[in-house]
């Protein structure tokens, strides 16, 4: 038995006793190892930040669990079809569209999701750095395997921009906003970010990656000066933290919802939930395509996921990239 199906046969054991005591030889009978190799496992999990209480002739009892985006943990109760069946976890990592897409790249099932509690090369948008600090946010990637064309892909950045929307509403009781083509914010401050990236062919998608940083515990002085856009986290906008775990899977509930009504009915239920959320639709924009600065008035998505803006002269422009700012 590897380390990690124990540590998860233990931690479902103290589960399902519900607080009460488990002797070291009901745990070794269930792993089939001996006693030693228990206390080994136990030392394993208070390593995890799990406290775990010893008493002689009645075994250990988990008095609480840590704030730790573990598989087991997330798993509890998450009743999806397709997201999180499979969930990878990394104490630390480059970046987990990397992880995801070498997975990927080795025939991982759809619906995998890769998690980091730290990120050294983490990354977004036109090359930009992610900063990733340690314990107090999340950092996660979904593989799929849509049946759809390349060209079609970029739709799926609005999918999972709608995922995080609902799930902050649900978690966090606020209201928080789509800023084209992957932002979400609070009170126009930065919150989350994603970058999907694609394997494909001519003709058709390998797979897509889903990738998504989520500022929800950082404190103010842990951003760094320099950067581009102001930003904030739910736990600055609400006054205190969140659970990280709560938070993942409310995401992959919401996310996994959300890419059965995509495979579905297309783009159109996903575009609506996305223009409900925009509240730059109807105002005057800039958007810096980096060979063009095209100024107009934002009319919404198209079937693509281009942005939409009105030009004085009466053209509809369809923009597939650049920076969008508010004049």
Not at 29 to 43: D, F, M, P, T, Y
Request: net charge neutral; proline share 4%.
């Amino acid at each position: 038995m590897t380390t990690l199906s124990a540590r998860d046969t233990i931690l479902k054991l103290f589960r399902k006793t519900k607080g009460c005591f488990l002797s070291s030889a009901q745990i070794s009978s269930e792993l089939g190892v001996s006693r030693n190799a228990v206390w080994k496992q136990i030392e394993n999990l208070r390593e995890l930040g799990y406290q775990i209480k010893a008493v002689p002739s009645q075994g250990y009892q988990l008095v609480s669990s840590p704030d730790t985006l573990l598989p087991e943990e997330i798993q509890i109760d998450l009743e999806t079809k397709c997201i999180g069946r499979e969930i990878r976890y990394f104490p630390e990592t480059d970046s987990t569209n990397l992880q995801a897409t070498k997975l990927g790249e080795s025939g991982a099932m759809e619906g995998l999701v890769v998690i980091a509690d730290q990120q050294s090369q983490g990354k977004g948008r036109l090359g930009r750095k992610w900063i990733s600090p340690p314990n107090v946010n999340l950092y996660a990637s979904i593989l799929l395997r849509p049946r759809i064309l390349p060209s079609e892909a970029p739709q799926l950045t609005f999918l999972s921009a709608v995922g995080i929307c609902r799930a902050i509403e649900q978690l966090a009781g606020l209201n928080p906003k789509v800023k084209w083509p992957n932002d979400i914010t609070l009170h126009e401050k930065k919150v989350a970010g994603l970058l999907n990236e694609m394997n494909s062919e001519t003709d058709q998608v390998n797979f897509v990656v889903l990738g998504m940083g989520v500022n929800l515990n950082m404190s103010v002085g842990q951003f760094p000066k320099e950067l581009a856009y102001p930003a904030t986290s739910l736990a600055i906008e609400l006054g205190h933290p969140v659970s990280r775990i709560a938070f993942t899977r409310a995401l992959l509930h919401h996310i996994d919802l959300l890419y059965s009504d995509y495979l579905l009915d297309g783009i159109s239920t996903v575009r609506k939930a996305w223009t409900e959320r925009c509240d730059w639709v109807g105002r005057r924009v800039e958007v810096n395509c980096h060979t063009q600065i095209i100024t107009g008035v934002v009319q919404g998505l198209g079937n693509d996921g281009a942005l939409l803006v009105a030009t004085e002269c009466g053209i509809i422009e369809e923009v597939l990239a650049g920076d969008v700012q508010l004049v």
